[in-house]
């Protein structure tokens, strides 16, 4: 028994539709590092604010 042939139409709508789902993937991983860089910066800054206010409070 031989498989039925797939088109080559099919075939190429198989691939973009793997493309969109890494893509997709791709972007949600970009998102999500983009938000864990911003929470390291954010905590940075209070950080840098805390270190600040205790040395103001140690004048």
Request: aromatic fraction near 4%.
């Amino acid at each position: 028994m031989s498989e039925p042939k797939t088109s080559l139409k099919q075939k190429m709508l198989n691939v973009l539709g793997i493309k969109k789902v890494y893509e997709e993937k791709n972007d949600a991983i970009k998102k999500k590092i983009k938000d864990v860089k911003f929470r390291i910066e954010k905590k940075k800054k209070d950080t840098k604010i805390a270190e600040t206010l205790d040395l103001i409070s140690k004048l």
